[in-house]
């Protein structure tokens, strides 16, 4: 149907008309974007309208008044209808009942209504006191009844912006920073809110009263388009979910992107943050420009009764490089400024700004992506130095990367960056979309450049390290050869492209080695010095590893993780230097191993002992744990007993060692086995050692059901509908240790998930050696170093069959 036929349908048949004739308009496939908004507007602006003539009753200084979002022509599906009901003061009997006839059929269908009914005077001191109440005044638009009463309003609530905006703009800019503190950048969020995140709706809004001010105005280059793009996904957000939600939640995000005809959620997240990338970057300038003028207003009249009069003084330029100056804060061109005979200009200039740690204007950067020479390729010398200028300049660096992305330059400089732009990573552990992950492991690095003997391979390797991501397989294989082709663009000798190549291939190495393998095992130490070749390139991978991890989010680095890698990177530089690796011996039992194994023995329990290991310095996040030791008399299903009772007791295991333990001459009897684990509280304080040994004894006689507790616990955790984990994945890892087979588990973590492991390796016929546990967010990664019965490795095929076996039992 056309717009007149959905507006005559809704003016001849009432409410009923309207809401059929909503209904058609949002469920009809022709119209969509703005259009469908202009036009639920105009359809409800009729209804609306009818429902005021037929109720004035001969009130004649009356106005209906659309305020807000509505006031601005943005209805989506479920919107609030934002709504004035502005009379005169004359009869307030009859204007009460003029608001009934008009609230309540709007009730009656279920629409959301925020209404209000005043006076312009009160209407106008409402928006004195309330700034919110001003925000949606800005946007008023007449509906029905008198227009001159509605246009006296806007004149007036507008001049007052105006006239106020010194006062009220710096309060609008601490309401944005306040919601964005409280709601998160909707750039990088993976369940963001399309409204109050920042970058969203309401800053876009904003940016339009800031605009009424005439104190600043926006950058609106792309602006109208990532307003309008929010808009339409929160439309196909309201029929996706049938509700007037602004959450972009996970289980919604295929359905929205198929309303929008999109590949599928990534792509749709994408979309999201380019726009939000844009509502941001502009609310950086404008900002800016508004605390400029208002300081410059605040100094004028000093400036003039110093200067005696008229003249003014100009703004003071001081040289920061070559062509850059700052002015006013900001780095800016010099007025000798050539960027069409200087290709490295753009680079310098972002890195002079970084390095004083001031923004780069949005003149000079717009300046230099229209004019600015490509740079030839390999690049020159002081092109390559001053992009490592900029990544080592910590904090400031990311301010000043996004000014260039603003505007076009990132790509320009780095083509393969536009593949990683704005890509989400859907992973709990990472806070960050890819590009800003690598642009914060950059800002990381050049807090640890003093560690290393070559600080710009470094800073190039953090800004490179994940961009293989882009590309279908293996991140870091690919990434491997990207990094070498930039490197060698960027002006690298062969040599230093093929330690980057090789720091990129290998950036997960050194952590996921340290917390998932045995350290001990000299295979591991051999595999990773042969991966790394160099002492150079390990002491790069180590600081590397680091800022990758920091720069990730807290559940990424910790003092356990730390020490773990500073261990093997201990072990393989001394392997590096020449030392030779020996087959490590089965440590002699220290004397309270010996005691613990005595007194189990001779009870017939288990004994434990609990020592905390030494405190982290003090910014670390999170402690080393605690060292729990227990000794039991050799029997089967220890292993998922105790990983049970310490999941009931909920302790996240770390590491874990198990080992068969003599008796000391002169006690005679069988073995004992000793378990060397490393545990720490998932919160709160640990439980006592008795209580531990009590419910041990209780899991290895069977009278503790501890598989019914852990699903008590499970059952009661609560679960996100929508929300389909990926399957858990086993793999047997052949060559990682010449003693054990490594089995390799990757699963959703969840109490117990180390229970069922090990019941299900008991079932398997094998014998544990040791396990080291890594958890990432919401992911396990575990590896167990398996033997046969009698200490062999597994041949391949056994291997094979406990791992399918494994995996099977998890995914049932």
């Not at 290393?452 to 953090?462: N, S």
């Not at 090789?502 to 591991?524: I, M, N, Q």
């Amino acid at each position: 149907m056309t717009h007149t036929e959905l507006t005559n349908e809704a003016q001849d048949s009432g409410p009923g008309g309207y809401a059929a004739a909503r209904l058609r308009l949002l469920t009809e496939g022709a119209r969509s974007g703005p259009p469908r908004r202009a036009a639920l507007a105009g359809l409800t602006d009729t209804w609306l309208a009818g429902l005021f003539g037929a109720g004035t009753g001969g009130l004649a200084k009356v106005s209906l008044v659309a305020v807000g979002g509505y006031g601005r022509g943005e209805l989506s599906p479920r919107s609030d209808l934002d709504l004035l009901l502005l009379h005169d003061g004359g009869d307030d009997k009859a204007v009460a009942a003029l608001a009934d006839r008009l609230w309540y059929p709007v009730w009656d269908l279920g629409l959301a209504l925020d209404h209000s009914v005043r006076t312009p005077q009160e209407a106008r001191r409402t928006a004195g006191e309330d700034l919110k109440v001003h925000l949606g005044l800005l946007d008023a638009r007449h509906l029905a009844g008198d227009p001159a009463l509605t246009a006296a309003l806007r004149t007036t609530v507008l001049a007052d912006w105006r006239n106020q905006a010194p006062r009220r703009l710096p309060e609008l800019r601490d309401l944005c920073a306040e919601r964005a503190e409280r709601h998160g950048e909707l750039q990088y969020l993976l369940e963001p809110d399309l409204k109050e995140a920042r970058g969203g709706l309401r800053d876009a809004t904003a940016l339009r009263a800031v605009a009424a001010s005439w104190l600043a105005d926006a950058p609106r280059e792309g602006l109208a388009e990532a307003r309008r793009r929010l808009l339409d996904v929160r439309d196909a957000l309201h029929l996706a979910t049938g509700r007037a939600t602004d959450r972009l939640a996970l289980q919604e995000q295929d359905q929205v992107a198929a309303g929008l005809g999109l590949l599928d959620a990534d792509a749709l997240l994408r979309q999201v943050y380019e726009a939000a990338r844009v509502v941001s970057y502009a609310g950086d300038v404008t900002w800016r420009e508004v605390g400029r003028v208002l300081r410059a207003r605040s100094v004028r009249p000093r400036l003039r009764a110093m200067l005696g009069g008229g003249r003014q003084a100009a703004a003071e330029r001081s040289p920061l490089a070559e062509g850059v100056v700052e002015q006013d804060g900001e780095a800016v061109l010099a007025r000798t400024a050539r960027p069409e005979r200087d290709p490295v200009l753009p680079l310098r200039a972002a890195a002079a700004a970084a390095q004083a740690g001031i923004p780069l204007s949005l003149h000079a950067v717009r300046r230099l992506a229209a004019t600015a020479r490509p740079l030839p390729a390999p690049w020159p010398a002081e092109a390559r130095e001053q992009l490592v200028t900029l990544l080592g300049s910590g904090r400031p660096t990311v301010e000043v990367w996004e000014a260039l992305e603003a505007e076009g330059l990132v790509t320009r400089l780095l083509p393969d960056w536009e593949r990683v732009r704005c890509r989400p990573q859907r992973n709990a552990v990472h806070l960050w979309t890819v590009d800003r992950h690598l642009i914060e492991t950059a800002v990381r690095a050049s807090a640890l450049t003093r560690r290393v003997h070559r600080p710009d391979l470094l800073l190039v390797a953090a800004l490179l390290h994940d961009i293989g991501k882009g590309w279908p397989g293996d991140h870091s294989v690919a990434g491997e050869t990207i990094a070498r082709d930039v490197a060698a663009r960027i002006g690298f000798d062969h040599a230093d492209a093929a330690v980057l190549a090789r720091l990129v291939r290998h950036h997960l190495l050194l952590v996921e080695t340290a917390t998932r393998r045995d350290l001990d095992d000299p295979a591991t130490v051999r595999a990773v010095a042969e991966a790394v070749g160099t002492e150079g390139t390990l002491e790069l991978l180590h600081a590397l590893t680091e800022a990758d991890a920091l720069a990730t989010g807290p559940a990424a680095w910790s003092a356990w993780r730390a020490s773990l890698v500073a261990d093997l990177v201990k072990r393989v530089s001394a392997v590096l230097a020449g030392d030779p690796l020996e087959e490590p011996e089965a440590p002699a039992p220290t004397a309270q191993q010996e005691r613990l194994a005595v007194e189990a023995f001779r009870t017939g329990g288990p004994v434990l002992s609990l020592r905390a290991q030494a405190e982290p310095p003090a910014e670390e996040q999170e402690p080393l744990g605690v060292e729990l030791l227990i000794a039991v008399p050799d029997q089967a299903g220890v292993l998922p007993a105790v990983a049970g009772v310490l999941a009931v007791h909920r302790l996240t295991v770390r590491t874990a060692e198990l080992r068969s333990l003599a008796l000391p001459d002169g006690v005679e009897g069988g073995s004992v086995l000793l378990l060397a684990w490393r545990v720490a509280a998932e919160y709160g304080s640990l439980p006592q050692a008795a209580r531990l040994r009590a419910d041990l004894v209780r899991a290895l006689d069977g009278t503790l059901d501890v598989a019914g507790r852990l699903a008590e616990r499970d059952a009661a955790y609560p679960r996100r509908r929508g929300v389909v984990q990926p399957p858990p994945r086993v793999t047997v890892e052949p060559a990682a240790s010449r003693h054990a087979t490594v089995i390799e588990v990757r699963a959703q973590d969840a109490p117990g998930l180390l229970f069922r492991i090990g019941r299900a390796l008991e079932g398997a016929g094998v014998r544990v050696r040791s396990a080291h546990a890594s958890t990432l967010g919401s992911n396990a990664v575990d590896a167990f170093y398996v033997t046969g019965p009698g200490g062999e490795r597994l041949p391949l095929e056994e291997a094979a069959d406990v791992a399918r076996a494994l995996e099977d039992a998890l995914r049932g």
